[in-house]
């Protein structure tokens, strides 16, 4: 079966997944053609999570990934355009259905390839994965032990807090600010713990000294020592009022 074909009908297999609950209670032969096809990429990701395993070093996970996600993209790009795209998904799920909100199923492809993603710094499919995660009520694998809101922010925190320590210049980030933002906008309402609110106020504070904006990095800081005291943003905070009443001080001197 060539590639460009092979694809294809990956694409088509995706959707009818997708919308598994119509199709089964159709009674269509197409159901089960979508089973048989998910069952085939279950097995192949299990022997790829597995040879994942036997890696040690994050780099070169992070480059398996980056090689093994292709396989599952088509996949999980036509499961997610019929998610978003069925008036279902934004209608809620009927109680005590036993399905995920919309009717949706938990597709296992499309929830391993948000949490790729974002291992290898692929934001924007991330975000748009988890639109369509967010309306099916996806989870992620259990191993990972996290909702994926929270994982999603976590990561992104902990991504930016690290750029903005090794003071990698804001146009070689992975995390720019509008990332940021993006992100922020993505995850509004939704409850979190204090912890992981806190690094995300922390990675904002970063995000904003770099743009120069200091008195938006004071009021990120004080929000994430106010949910986390062991945050690790007194120094900074110290050193952002110093040089605010700095810049005040200087601005009411009269010129000469």
Same mark, same amino acid.
């Given at each position: 079966?060539?590639?460009? @074909?092979?694809?294809?009908?990956?694409?088509?297999?995706?959707?009818?997944? &997708?919308?598994? !609950?119509?199709?089964?209670?159709?009674?269509?032969? #197409?159901?089960?053609?979508?089973?048989?096809?998910?069952?085939? +990429?279950?097995?192949?990701?299990? $022997?790829?999570?597995?040879?994942?395993?036997?890696?040690?070093?994050?780099?070169?996970?992070?480059? *398996? %990934?980056?090689?093994?996600?292709?396989?599952?993209?088509?996949?999980?790009?036509?499961?997610?355009?019929?998610?978003?795209?069925?008036?279902?998904?934004? !209608?809620?799920?009927?109680?005590? #259905?036993? $399905?995920?909100?919309?009717?949706?199923?938990?597709?296992?492809?499309?929830?391993?390839? @948000?949490?790729?993603?974002?291992?290898?710094?692929?934001?924007?499919?991330? *975000?748009?994965? /988890? #639109?369509?995660? #967010?309306?099916?009520?996806?989870?992620?694998?259990?191993? /990972?032990?996290?909702?994926?809101?929270? @994982?999603?922010?976590?990561? =992104?925190? $902990?991504?930016?807090?690290?750029?903005?320590?090794?003071?990698? &210049?804001?146009? &070689?980030?992975?995390?720019?600010?509008?990332? /940021?933002?993006?992100?922020?906008?993505?995850?509004?309402?939704?409850?979190?713990?204090? $912890?992981?609110?806190?690094?995300?106020? %922390?990675?904002?504070?970063?995000?904003?000294?770099?743009?120069?904006? *200091?008195?938006?990095? +004071?009021?990120?800081?004080?929000? &994430?020592?106010?949910?986390?005291?062991?945050?690790?943003? %007194?120094?900074?905070? %110290?050193?952002?009022?110093?040089? =605010?009443?700095?810049?005040?001080? !200087?601005?009411?001197?009269?010129?000469?």
């Amino acid at each position: 079966m060539s590639s460009l @074909f092979r694809r294809h009908r990956e694409r088509i297999l995706a959707a009818q997944h &997708a919308e598994a !609950d119509r199709a089964a209670r159709a009674g269509g032969t #197409s159901w089960h053609t979508a089973v048989d096809a998910y069952d085939t +990429l279950l097995m192949a990701l299990a $022997e790829d999570n597995a040879r994942l395993s036997n890696v040690r070093g994050t780099e070169a996970k992070t480059a *398996l %990934k980056r090689e093994l996600l292709p396989t599952y993209r088509d996949w999980s790009d036509a499961a997610v355009d019929a998610i978003l795209s069925s008036d279902m998904a934004s !209608d809620g799920g009927s109680e005590n #259905s036993g $399905e995920n909100n919309g009717g949706h199923r938990q597709d296992d492809i499309v929830a391993h390839v @948000f949490v790729w993603s974002i291992d290898i710094g692929d934001y924007d499919t991330a *975000l748009r994965l /988890f #639109s369509a995660i #967010s309306a099916a009520d996806m989870t992620l694998p259990e191993r /990972f032990r996290r909702r994926p809101a929270d @994982f999603l922010a976590e990561q =992104l925190a $902990e991504a930016a807090i690290d750029e903005c320590y090794r003071e990698v &210049a804001p146009d &070689a980030r992975t995390v720019t600010r509008a990332l /940021f933002d993006r992100v922020m906008t993505a995850i509004a309402g939704i409850d979190m713990h204090d $912890e992981i609110s806190a690094k995300l106020m %922390k990675a904002g504070g970063g995000l904003s000294e770099s743009d120069d904006d *200091l008195s938006g990095a +004071l009021d990120y800081y004080e929000r &994430a020592i106010a949910l986390n005291p062991k945050i690790g943003v %007194k120094t900074k905070i %110290k050193a952002l009022k110093k040089a =605010l009443k700095k810049a005040a001080d !200087d601005s009411r001197q009269p010129d000469k």
